[in-house]
């Protein structure tokens, strides 16, 4: 089984920063890509920025220039850097890997989800 878990959500002013960070743990044998997905309420949940195991990065076209994602591929983190944050980042921010995980002589691929963390920009 593998676990995410996310912190560092929080409260912000507008202009403000924070910093996310996910780690996954568990039965790994290797990850994929990994990303941040967001959900405001009412909203569908969209791509904020993804990161391949090489380090190729994409992002949103609404945080560009303004969010980075970077990831440790050592201790199986990846991290969110937030700065000039705006009220309409307000959202649960969700944390995703793809991860492959071996078993006799087959190796399984599956996504899996954290449990999201609040982040909240105020005006």
């Known amino acids: 089984q593998v676990q995410l878990v996310e912190s560092g959500g929080g409260l912000a002013q507008a202009g403000g920063s924070l910093r996310l960070a996910c780690a996954a743990s568990?039965?790994?044998?290797?990850?994929?890509?990994m990303g941040w997905y967001r959900q405001a309420p009412g909203k569908q949940r969209e791509l904020v920025a993804g990161?391949?195991?090489?380090?190729?990065?994409n992002y949103a076209d609404s945080v560009k220039g303004r969010f980075t994602i970077s990831r440790d591929n050592a201790k199986n983190t990846v991290y969110l850097q937030m700065n000039s944050l705006k009220p309409e980042d307000t959202a649960v921010y969700y944390c995703?890997?793809?991860?492959?995980?071996?078993?006799?002589?087959?190796?399984?691929?599956?996504?899996?989800w954290g449990q999201g963390t609040q982040v909240t920009v105020s005006s």
């Open positions: 990161i391949t195991s090489g380090g190729s990065t």
């Open positions: 568990g039965s790994i044998f290797r990850i994929n890509t």
């Open positions: 995703n890997a793809r991860v492959g995980t071996a078993s006799k002589m087959s190796l399984t691929w599956n996504d899996y």
